[in-house]
Nanobody, 114 residues
Framework: QVQLVESGGGLVQAGGSLRLSCAAS????????MGWYRQAPGKQRELVAT???????NYADSVKGRFTISRDNNKNTVYLQMNSLKPEDTAVYYC????????WGQGTQVTVSS
């Protein structure tokens, strides 16, 4: 069993920045791909960014050039640096981590005011 604990959400004005963190509890299995997803009210959950254990990254087109995903394998932690935030980035952001199965965090609210 792996627990993912997110932190770093909050309220920010448009154009501002936030950094999300997600720490995975100790596991006997290596955590492979980790990522961030988000869900806005009335919408489906969507991919924001993912990063493999070997640091290959993938981003949604809507966040390319503004968000940066990174990870520390020694700490089983993934980060999401969000710059130039827009009101449409407002959502609950969920951390995802994968061993032989997929795990999800509880979510952290990000609100961007115009």
């Amino acid at each position: 069993q792996v627990q993912l604990v997110e932190s770093g959400g909050g309220l920010v004005q448009a154009g501002g920045s936030l950094r999300l963190s997600c720490a995975a509890s100790t596991t006997n299995f290596p955590i492979n791909t980790m990522g961030w997803y988000r869900q806005a009210p009335g919408k489906q959950r969507e991919l924001v960014a993912t990063i493999t254990r070997g640091f290959f990254t993938n981003y949604a087109d809507s966040v390319k050039g503004r968000f940066t995903i990174s990870r520390d394998n020694n700490k089983n932690t993934v980060y999401l640096q969000m710059n130039s935030l827009k009101p449409e980035d407002t959502a609950v952001y969920y951390c995802n981590g994968n061993t032989w199965r997929s795990y999800w965090g509880q979510g952290t609210q990000v609100t961007v005011s115009s």
